[in-house]
């Protein structure tokens, strides 16, 4: 009776095992099929998009541009960028299509962006504030109602200069503390 039982069990396996084989080969058919199909519309997608943003910002993100341009990229640039144009971390990012993680991480130096990012970018270096904002949905920053500042000024806030403390003996200082309460003694006393 056991041989008969392992005889079975190793034919159900078997019989298993071809029927799984038979429609996995089916599935990966049509997955491929699917995937040539995602391939095709994709590049339809792309051409379309590019020919009605004039190759704009979120379609470089978007798709796989075969631009030769040089990528450079400097965080302190973007960060002055991005500060110009008096939006926050996370409006800047949605220009992008990316986090404000990210926007952060780039502006910090911990990471790089990838290349079509950088691209991107650049494009949007080369457009104006007014029009950013109205992409990314922001408004304009507002002017402080303080002083206007001349023409020429320098918009840099001076710090204050450090004052020299007069340095005091510790002995000198007991003292110093004496002749002050015997003023003040005398002071109340008159």
Known sequence: MANL???LR???RAAARDESKQVVVTLRAELQAIRKSIALLERSLLTGAAA???AGV???VAGKTNDNRRARFSPALMRKHRDGLGMS???YARLLNVSSLS???WEVGRTRPRRQTVL???DLRKKGARSLRAIAGVAAPRRSAGKKRAAGASTKKRAPRAVAKKRVPRAGKKRARR???KRMSRAKAA
């Open 5 to 7: 039982t392992k005889v």
């Open 179 to 181: 002749a002050s309460a």
């Open 103 to 105: 926007v952060y991480l």
């Open 10 to 12: 190793a034919e159900m």
């Open 52 to 54: 009605r943003a004039g």
């Open 58 to 60: 979120r379609a470089a």
């Open 89 to 91: 971390r996370k409006a």
């Open 120 to 122: 991107a970018w650049q």
